[in-house]
């Protein structure tokens, strides 16, 4: 059975970096073809799709975020980091990570965690 | 980026209804299409895969079709457990967009 969970701060001030840490259970990153996204809502929109990261290290990026997002893994804890830089206002959201199927929908997600930006 | 449009936004419907929303890819994704299903508060579920692929575990009264750039999800019979929040998201290539929501409430 596949779980993940999301934990980081629940508050960031304007500027600062954000780090967010998914550990999860039931599969590895390290085999052939598994792949860990990060996802995030900002309250009443829409999903929005952040980075992606796959068992080979490969790692995609939304062209619209802005700073500079950062997707890494270590396989030995079971664990997908994501990092956001300069954060703002507007980067406001619920964060989800999500496991991403061999067919590239994600079929697992975690709970998601609110992270609020404000001075 | 591909964008991904759904409509409506908003869809008004009564318990046994059947209910259509259609999602419009700016440029054809073949069949990589996934609709996920959110309530408040909680994290999205997948209903459907390759457009009209169920999820395990999904009741068979929700169906997908379409290819290329236009797709639809169906509720055949809108049950009370069904008002929620739709999106579809596209997964060709190297990126993923998710639609802007359709939110099915009791009419």
């Known amino acids: 059975q596949i779980t993940l969970k999301e934990s980081g701060p629940t508050l960031v001030k304007p500027t600062q970096t954000l780090t967010l840490t998914c550990t999860f259970s039931g599969f590895s990153i390290s085999t052939s073809g598994e792949g860990v996204g990060w996802i995030r809502q900002s309250p009443g929109k829409a999903l929005e799709w952040l980075a992606l990261?796959?068992?080979?290290?490969?790692?995609r990026y939304s062209a619209s975020l802005r700073g500079s997002p950062t997707i890494t893994k270590d396989a030995s804890k079971n664990q997908v980091v994501l990092t956001l830089t300069n954060m703002d206002p507007v980067d406001t959201a619920t964060y989800f990570c999500?496991?991403?199927?061999?067919?590239?929908?994600?079929?697992?997600w975690g709970q998601g965690t609110l992270v609020s930006v404000s001075s | 980026d591909i964008q991904m449009t759904q409509s409506p936004s908003t869809l008004s419907a009564s318990v046994g209804d059947r209910v259509t929303i259609t999602c419009r890819a700016s440029q054809s994704i073949n069949i990589w299409l996934a609709w996920y299903q959110q309530k408040p508060g909680k994290a999205p579920k997948v209903l459907i895969y390759?457009?009209?692929n169920l999820q395990s575990g999904v009741p068979s009264r929700f169906s997908g079709s379409g290819s290329g750039t236009e797709f639809s999800l169906t509720i055949s019979s809108l049950e009370p457990d069904d008002f929620a929040t739709y999106y579809c998201?596209?997964?060709?290539?190297?990126?993923?967009?998710f639609g802007q929501g359709t939110k099915v409430e009791v009419k």
């Open positions: 998201q596209q997964y060709n290539g190297d990126s993923r967009t």
């Open positions: 390759k457009a009209s």
């Open positions: 990261i796959y068992w080979d290290d490969d790692k």
């Open positions: 999500a496991h991403q199927s061999p067919y590239g929908f994600f079929d697992y």
